[in-house]
């Protein structure tokens, strides 16, 4: 990917030989860059709206560190021992938190692609050493959110695959991988990254905007099926949930207790578990597999016994195998709910009609005996 594959050697020490030798070779590093950089002027850069998601500012005003324009948008989340405000992380080795350091200076100055040298540097360094994997994570994601300014969208997806890979569930990269494939037109990639991102934490509005205005964009593009073209969403463990709170942004007066974090996070992994059997369900009744929908639909039932579709839909099935008693009960709680509820109407009637037709068909038959 450019400048991820360069080979940097200056890790501090040496004769002044070497310190030479490693002057020229970072000299033509740069030069390299430079051009790269240069090279890379005509390509579209982000609109304002997706700096925004990513908790980046508008063009008119002065750039933060990486760390700190994410810190925008998620209060701490995967930052393991990486400052707040953009400075040497305390883990890392001096050579790589010095060039890390730099690295968010010239982030800060607006100078992306001499920010990539010093990540990559500070990449290649830490490499090379048996290193927290968390350590490692963060420098990708900084260097992606320098591509990302740039307009670099296929390197910022690489780098953030690579941090995702060592630090599963981060938020930072998944955010700046989101926007990349959105600018990219990879909507349902953008898609599954912004709702992984809500089950992390649900108040980034940002998000969630992202992810209504993709819903749209692909109702547009793949009509009312759209969904079933979609890769799964995963389900974020609760670890990861939690995760989120960790960084020490919290007093004791304000900070969730541990049993109200787990309720949250279980009640939205409840929500998503929903979703996921509902439309597994649906996906039985387009094939006309109603048995194995009745079974998705009553799991459902377990985990919210109050969403009157669910009960509709079970009750379709029902009718289609001929259990008209199972469907009118369906029905019948429906209108206990929604008074007013047309399907559930309509399909009880169904059933009672079922129901009586048996009735004349046994009432005939026992005329013969």
Not at 101 to 107: A, V, Y
Not at 108 to 131: D, H
Not at 186 to 196: L, S
Not at 202 to 221: E, G, H, P
Request: positive net charge; aromatic residues 8%.
């Amino acid at each position: 990917m450019g400048n991820a594959q360069r080979k940097f050697h200056s890790k501090g020490g040496g004769s002044k030989a070497e310190d030479g030798e490693t002057q020229k070779q970072k000299e033509s590093t740069e030069s390299r860059l430079k051009k790269g950089t240069a090279e890379k002027k005509s390509q579209k850069h982000l609109p304002d709206r997706e700096g925004e998601v990513n908790g980046y500012l508008h063009s008119d005003q002065k750039s933060e560190s990486p760390e700190a324009e994410a810190k925008k948008v998620s209060r701490s989340h995967g930052a393991g021992s990486q400052s707040a405000g953009g400075g040497c992380s305390t883990s890392l080795p001096p050579t790589a938190a010095k060039l890390k350091s730099e690295g968010n200076e010239l982030f800060k100055s607006g100078q992306f692609g001499e920010a990539v040298l010093k990540y990559s540097e500070a990449i290649e360094y830490v490499i090379g050493l048996e290193q927290s994997p968390d350590d490692l994570s963060i420098l990708y994601s900084n260097r992606a959110a320098c591509y990302l300014k740039e307009g670099n969208c296929a390197d910022c997806i690489q780098d953030c695959n690579r941090a995702l890979e060592l630090q599963p569930f981060s938020l930072k990269p998944l955010l700046r991988r989101a926007m990349a494939n959105e600018s990219m037109e990879r909507y349902r990639q953008a898609y599954i990254d912004y709702k992984t991102v809500l089950q992390i934490d649900s108040s980034i509005q940002a998000a969630n905007d992202s992810a209504n205005r993709i819903t749209k964009t692909l109702i547009d593009q793949d009509g009312p099926s759209w969904r079933e073209k979609l890769p799964p969403i995963p389900v974020v463990p609760v670890a990861a949930q939690l995760h989120r709170w960790d960084g020490g942004n919290f007093t004791s007066e304000n900070k969730p207790s541990t049993a109200a974090m787990h309720n949250r996070v279980a009640g939205q992994i409840s929500e998503e578990k929903f979703k996921t059997l509902k439309n597994e369900g649906n996906d039985f009744v387009k094939k006309g597999k109603y048995e194995e929908a009745v079974n998705k639909y009553s799991e459902c039932m377990k985990l919210n016994n109050e969403e009157c579709t669910i009960y509709t839909n079970r009750a379709l099935c029902y009718l289609k195998l001929y259990k008209y008693e199972e469907a009118k009960q369906d029905c019948d709680h429906v209108l206990q709910i929604e008074d007013s509820n047309i399907k559930a109407f309509y399909r009880r009637a169904l059933a009672y009609k079922g129901l009586q037709v048996r009735k004349k068909n046994m009432a005939g038959i026992l005329k013969h005996f």
